[in-house]
């Protein structure tokens, strides 16, 4: 990461806005109400509807893993970064927005759900990768942390402000404002509200992002995007604690990725919690994961992402662990809001770690990595926990399987040196680096 001049205030809050705009989506579909909604009214049953969506949770990652780095890759050749954002938050707002109207009733009803769900998950995955890359143009490296655990903080608390609206307005016998409950119209409708929100305050982004790279030359079809791909893993060579980073957080990051994906479905299929109840629950999850990301990011700053990452991972573990043991919904929520505690912090000490570890001009291309790194095994997850549950009937035995992905992930994770990491991250292009951008 080179040395880097703060941009202006608004730029950073800005900055931050968009998480709390995406947050909407990842805490009402992603995992909370929608998915709950899918496995309790749109599937057969609970255990199918669960390998069901574990499975297009599952694809998400696949495609995501596809197509992020050589997006990431064209869009700093192209100087186009923010352009790519936009069209990816618009997709996912519109295929958000598409699930309100997929009545239970409706033929092929759990085909067409899957199908927009994947479609606007796998947009707001590269919506993020676009938004990632401009962290190490904002402020300097020794305020990375802050800002990230800032922003991530920011995002839990619209996750929170979301959820609330949801279960004031929606998640009720009788909705506010004659919205129709019929069919579970006021769950689907969550859809709606998170395109909404999404759109709404992703729009300071757009209005104050800072200035972009002029790109390093015209991103041509003829070129091609996978050429790209092959440019920027030819520049990870020269970077080992990136590469190390990477295949470590493929891991760890597989069980955060379950656990987002199925906390609501385990709450209410395990535990017997009513949608409102789930959404409660996710309410205190917010809290708690908001308050961990803003005091972590400040313990980021001073401590180090490495270290900050297996502090995170060896509380996930234990708070799995918890959760996986729990005899009664007590004990579910005190597992719950540890985990809170500890999930924003190790997304954001992630996000820090690789910020301080690139070089600027290949932002978008490196967290196109990140974000493979992030996905290209995402599908082990959730398609683990669906067979474990499907084999043998039980969603705790599926849930246990997380705890083998924290545990090899922060084992790998140690292998890394963050201060060659970042010393290696403030060369422009490494000596020898035959990959630069030549068309």
């Known amino acids: 990461m080179q040395a880097t001049r703060a941009q202006p205030r608004r ?6 806005m968009f ?10 579909v992603v995992t909370f109400v929608y998915a709950t909604y899918f496995t309790t009214a749109i599937a057969a049953d609970e255990v199918t509807g669960t390998a069901q969506w574990s499975r297009a949770v599952g694809l998400s990652g696949i495609l995501l893993a596809v197509l992020a780095p050589p997006l990431g890759a064209l869009a700093d050749r192209s100087g186009r970064r923010l352009t790519c954002m936009g069209v990816c938050t618009l997709v996912c707002c519109v295929a958000s927005a598409g699930l309100t109207g997929v009545h239970p009733d409706l033929a092929w009803a759990g085909l067409i759900a899957l199908s927009l769900f994947v479609v606007a998950n796998v947009a707001f995955e590269l919506s993020t990768v676009f938004y990632n890359a401009f962290l190490p143009e904002l402020v300097p490296a020794e ?88 440019r920027t893993f030819g520049r990870l060579r020269h970077y080992p604690d990136i590469a190390r980073l990477l295949v470590a957080r493929l891991l760890y990051n597989d069980g955060l990725v379950t656990i987002f994906a199925f906390g609501g479905i385990y709450a209410a299929g395990t535990f017997g919690l009513s949608l409102p109840e789930v959404i409660q629950f ?16 400040v313990v980021d700053d001073r401590l180090g992402g490495k270290r900050t990452i297996l502090v995170t991972l060896i509380a996930l573990t234990a708070c799995s662990l918890l959760a996986v043991w729990a005899p009664s919904v007590g004990w579910l929520w005190v597992a ?75 084992l790998l994770l140690l292998t890394v040196n963050e201060p060659r990491g970042i010393r290696t991250g403030q060369q422009m292009d490494p000596p020898g680096d035959t990959s630069s951008d030549r068309t």
């Open 143 to 230: 305020r990375v942390g802050r800002l990230s655990g800032w922003a991530w903080g920011l995002g839990y608390a619209g996750g929170l402000l979301s959820l609330v609206l949801a279960l004031a307005v929606l998640a009720r016998e009788q909705p506010l404002f004659g919205i129709s409950a019929e069919a579970g119209f006021n769950y689907r409708a969550v859809c709606l509200l998170a395109a909404g929100w999404f759109a709404l305050f992703s729009l300071p982004l757009f209005a104050f992002a800072p200035p972009q790279p002029s790109g390093s030359g015209p991103a041509s079809p003829r070129i091609g995007a996978y050429r790209e791909l092959g």
């Open 336 to 410: 719950g809001l540890s985990l809170g505690l500890f999930v924003g912090p190790n997304q954001s000490a992630s996000r820090t770690l690789m910020a301080r570890f690139i070089p600027e001009q290949h932002a978008a291309a490196f967290f196109g990595l990140f974000a493979f790194s992030g996905k290209i095994t995402t599908f082990a997850g959730p398609l683990l926990l669906g067979i474990v549950t499907e084999a043998t009937g039980s969603q705790r035995l599926g849930v246990a399987t997380v705890v083998g992905f924290f545990v090899v992930g922060g």
């Open 282 to 297: 996710g309410i205190a999850l917010n809290i708690a994961a908001g308050i961990g990301a803003g005091v972590f990011g």
């Open 11 to 16: 730029t950073l809050a800005a900055w931050a």
């Open 19 to 28: 998480d709390w705009a995406n947050s909407a989506f990842a805490t009402l």
